[in-house]
């Protein structure tokens, strides 16, 4: 099964609360697009980084998750001014939190690092390393 969750932010009476993730489950063959919720997180932001995204992808393995890893991370934001995109590796997951200026710079960012993380995971699961494999 490939989890999905993630993690929203909302602004309530001048403060950011955190709500709890959402989890997603799909089964390994299935797309692993979602659907992210984004909320302002701030009107006052002092960062200018009013819109946030976090999720996680469980991959199963520390191995796949870092070869999905090392995949996306040279691909660069296009405009690092406006987006930024944080991903780490932590026990078999790939965790991203997307941080932008706007909504619609936002959207664009995830919806094209969602579909290029979709494309990479169905290689990884079509002609990912085997234990067989890695030991020759």
């Known amino acids: 099964m490939l989890i999905l969750s993630e993690t929203k932010t909302r602004e309530r009476a001048g ?5 709890p993730p959402e989890r997603f489950s799909r089964p390994r063959a299935a ?35 870092t070869i999905v890893y090392k995949t996306l991370v ?37 919806s094209a690092f969602v579909d290029l993380m979709v494309l990479v995971t169905k290689l990884v699961e079509e002609y990912g390393v085997s234990k067989e494999e890695h030991s020759r």
């Open 15 to 19: 403060a950011k609360e955190e709500l």
């Open 31 to 65: 797309s692993a697009a979602m659907a992210a919720v984004t909320a302002p997180t701030s009107s006052s932001s002092s960062s200018g980084w009013d819109f946030t995204c976090n999720f996680e992808v469980d991959y199963g393995s520390e191995e796949h998750a």
């Open 74 to 110: 040279v691909d660069k934001e296009l405009q690092p001014d406006k987006v930024t995109r944080e991903m780490t590796v932590y026990g078999g997951k790939l965790v991203v939190r997307f941080e932008a200026v706007e909504a619609r710079f936002l959207r664009a960012s995830f």
